[in-house]
């Protein structure tokens, strides 16, 4: 079982920034694809943008629209989502996930490993 905690959600004001952040076990980014998804309520989970192990970044171009940079520091175990400009649109919790190598994918069912969430709460 591969364990992710992700951290740096609150709440913030629109215009804002917030970087959140989703540690791992040693290497796990190094092997997997990561990806970050959110879950608004009464809403299915949302792909935001994912990473593979050769640095290959995809992003759900409609919601983010440039705004967010999904980034990874392999000595911290770390993978890190920079959600700048800020929208009321953008209130979800914010889930980690990692999956077998390959092309990443936009589909929550083709990740094995998820983490708790963090909660990002935009007011306008």
């Known amino acids: 079982q591969v364990q992710l905690v992700e951290s740096g959600g609150g709440l913030v004001q629109a215009g804002d920034s917030l970087r959140l952040s989703c540690r791992g076990p040693?290497?796990?980014?190094?092997?997997?694809?990561t990806a970050w998804f959110r879950q608004a309520p009464g809403k299915e989970r949302e792909f935001v943008a994912a990473?593979?192990?050769?640095?290959?970044?995809?992003y759900n171009v409609d919601s983010v629209k440039g705004r967010f940079t999904i980034s990874r520091d392999n000595a911290k175990n770390t993978v890190y989502l920079q959600m700048n400009s800020l929208n009321s649109e953008d209130t979800a919790v914010y889930y980690c996930?990692?999956?077998?190598?390959?092309?990443?994918?936009?589909?929550?069912?083709?990740?094995?490993?998820w983490g708790q969430g963090t909660q990002v709460t935009v007011s306008s």
């Open positions: 040693h290497r796990t980014f190094m092997w997997y694809t």
């Open positions: 996930a990692v999956g077998q190598p390959g092309s990443p994918s936009k589909i929550p069912t083709s990740y094995e490993h």
């Open positions: 990473l593979s192990r050769s640095g290959t970044k995809t």
